[in-house]
C-alpha cells in the first residue's frame, strides 16, 4: 500500500542531489510532486520522469513564493530542502573572522529565510485541511560549529530551532501540522562529487572525509528520502518538533568520548 496515496507534497530543491531522491520516493510512495528550483534544465526532467509539477522558484524571494501560493493554494507535505554552502555564490572566506556580511548574508537568505518562507507558505496551505507535515532538511552542522563555514553552520542551526517554533505553532493553534528536521552528515551527492573527483585513488579521499564517522562511509539520498517518508506518512503521527540524526553515529560520539 502506497504511503503517500492521494497526497500533494512540494519539494525545494528538486532538481538534484537529497530533493531528487525525496522527490522520486515521495513520487513512488502515491503522491503528486511539485519540485520548486531555480535549477529549470533538472527540475523539469526530473518532474517529467515522474509525472510530477516543477514550478520556478528561488526561496529566498518571498514574491516567488506568493505567486506558489496563488497557483498550489492547499498542499499536505511540504520539504524545505534548498541549501548552500556558500561556496556555490562566493569562493569565500566563510570563516568568523574574515567572511563578508554580503556572503552571510545570502547563505542565510536561502537556508533560512527559505526554510522560514516555505513553513509559513505550508501553514497558510495546509490550514485548509487543518492537517499535513513540514519536513525542514537541516545538517549535523546545525548542532556544531564548522569553522569554515560559519554561516551555513549558523543557518542551519537556525532551521533546527525554527521547526520547533513551528512545531509548538501549529499545536497551540489546533492544527495537526507537524514539523520536524532532518539533520543530515555527508550524504553523497552531486555538490561532495565535485571535491571527490575521479581517479585511482578516488576511494582513498572518500575514505579520509569519512575518517571521523563511526559508520566510515558516506549515507546515500536514499537513506534520506526513506527518513523524510517516515516523517511525512501516518506512521509518524505523534511526531512533531523532532531533530532526526541520520549521521552514521558521528554526533553519537564527540572529543569527549573516550578513545577506542
Ligand atoms: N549532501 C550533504 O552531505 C548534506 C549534509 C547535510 C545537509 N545537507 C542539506 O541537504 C540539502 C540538499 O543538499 P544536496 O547535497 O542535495 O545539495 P545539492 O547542491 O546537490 O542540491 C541542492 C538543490 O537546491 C537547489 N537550490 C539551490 N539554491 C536554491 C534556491 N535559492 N532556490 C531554490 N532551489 C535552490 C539547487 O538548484 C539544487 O537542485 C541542503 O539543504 C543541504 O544543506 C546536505
Not at 513512488?28 to 516543477?54: P, Q
Not at 571521523?212 to 526513506?226: I, L, N, S
Request: contains cysteine; proline residues 4%.
Amino acid at each position: 500500500m502506497p504511503k503517500l496515496q492521494n497526497k500533494s507534497a512540494l519539494v525545494t530543491g528538486g532538481a538534484r542531489g537529497i530533493g531528487e531522491a525525496i522527490t522520486r520516493c515521495f513520487a513512488r510512495e502515491g503522491a503528486s510532486v511539485v519540485i520548486a528550483d531555480i535549477d529549470s534544465e533538472n527540475g523539469r526532467r526530473v518532474a517529467d520522469e515522474i509525472g510530477g509539477t516543477y514550478f520556478e522558484l528561488d526561496v529566498a524571494d518571498e514574491s516567488g513564493w506568493n505567486r506558489l501560493a496563488a497557483s498550489h493554494p492547499q498542499i499536505d507535505i511540504v520539504v524545505n530542502n534548498a541549501g548552500i554552502t556558500g561556496f556555490e555564490d562566493s569562493p569565500g572566506p566563510h570563516d568568523p573572522e574574515h567572511s563578508s556580511l554580503a556572503d552571510w548574508h545570502r547563505v542565510h537568505a536561502v537556508n533560512l529565510d527559505g526554510t522560514f518562507l516555505g513553513c509559513r507558505y505550508a501553514i497558510g496551505a495546509m490550514r485548509a485541511k487543518g492537517a499535513g507535515a513540514i519536513i525542514n532538511i537541516s545538517s549535523r552542522s546545525g548542532l556544531v560549529g564548522i569553522p569554515a563555514a560559519a554561516a551555513y553552520a549558523s543557518s542551519k542551526a537556525a532551521i533546527r530551532n525554527h521547526s520547533k517554533s513551528v512545531a509548538l505553532y501549529c499545536a497551540q493553534q489546533g492544527l495537526n501540522i507537524r514539523c520536524n528536521s532532518i539533520h543530515p552528515a555527508a550524504i553523497l551527492t552531486p555538490m561532495w562529487e565535485a571535491l571527490i573527483g575521479d581517479g585511482p585513488d578516488r576511494e582513498a579521499r572518500m575514505a579520509a572525509m569519512v575518517a571521523d564517522t563511526p559508520m566510515k562511509r558516506f549515507g546515500t539520498v536514499e537513506e534520506v528520502a526513506a527518513l523524510a517518508l517516515l516523517l511525512a506518512s501516518d506512521d509518524a503521527t505523534y511526531m512533531t518538533g523532532s531533530e532526526l540524526h541520520l549521521d552514521g553515529g558521528l554526533l553519537a560520539g564527540s572529543a569527549a568520548s573516550p578513545g577506542d
